[in-house]
């Protein structure tokens, strides 16, 4: 995939010299040839490219996370009954008026 890059960005610097050097050409359209025929596309298809490695990579680093939140909290458990103590009514009880 970096040849193509490569490739690609030569051939837009290649097209801005000619535009600069032409007699009718200015530097400042050979800044833009080069600006929206070389770098914009190919930014543009790297980062579309990329996509699934970046997601892969953020999903491998949230397991990781999720992971090393697993084994601290190992020692101090959430559980109700975890610490041997009675474990409380999920809803307490209601005395009647008399």
């Known amino acids: 995939m970096h040849l193509v890059v490569i490739a690609w960005l030569y051939v837009a610097l290649m097209m801005a010299v000619a535009e600069a050097t032409n007699t009718t050409g200015t530097v400042l359209g050979a800044v833009f040839t080069f600006l929206l025929y070389g770098l914009a596309p190919v930014a543009l298809v790297v ?3 990329t996509t699934p490695a ?6 491998e680093r949230e397991a990781a996370e999720r992971e090393a939140a ?3 909290g190992a020692s101090a458990s ?3 009954d975890a610490g041997s103590e009675t474990p409380a009514d999920a809803v307490p009880p209601v005395r009647e008026k008399e």
Not at 54 to 59: E, F, I, M, Y
């Open 78 to 80: 959430v559980a109700p």
């Open 54 to 59: 970046r997601r892969r990579a953020l999903r």
């Open 70 to 72: 697993m084994r601290a």
């Open 47 to 49: 980062y579309l490219m």
